[in-house]
């Protein structure tokens, strides 16, 4: 499985980023994929969620701004960043959530770098 996580960039504080994240080598349909983010210096954190039945979740952080989607038939995630603030700013990573079998597999993306500044 690999995921392909790209579109970050540098931004003006308010603007807007879309970033894709495509797979192969495994379906997206029916499996939770997420966004999560990691500054500098912190730990990786959780953005956004999708589970298998499309329900989402957000960090209250970026909740009414950020949105999480996907494209089941391209086999691609999306992140819709909007309102965007300096603390955004933060290289961002694709994670798609396997179970098979009673095993637990964790596929991430090589994250893409968001810089949000004035």
């Known amino acids: 499985v690999q995921l392909q996580a790209c579109g970050g960039g540098w931004v003006q504080v308010g603007g807007s980023l879309r970033l894709p994240c495509a797979g192969s080598g495994s379906a997206f349909s029916g499996r939770r994929m997420g966004w999560y983010r990691q500054a500098r210096g912190k730990e990786r954190d959780l953005v956004a969620l999708?589970?298998?039945?499309?329900?989402?979740y957000y960090a209250h952080s970026v909740t009414g701004r950020f949105t999480i989607s996907r494209d089941n038939y391209k086999d691609t995630m999306y992140l819709q960043m909007n309102s965007l603030k300096p603390e955004d700013t933060a290289v961002y990573y694709c994670?798609?959530?396997?179970?098979?079998?009673?095993?637990?597999?964790?596929?991430w993306g090589q994250g893409t770098l968001v810089t949000v500044s004035s």
């Open positions: 994670n798609l959530h396997v179970t098979d079998a009673g095993r637990i597999y964790d596929y």
């Open positions: 999708i589970t298998g039945d499309d329900t989402t």
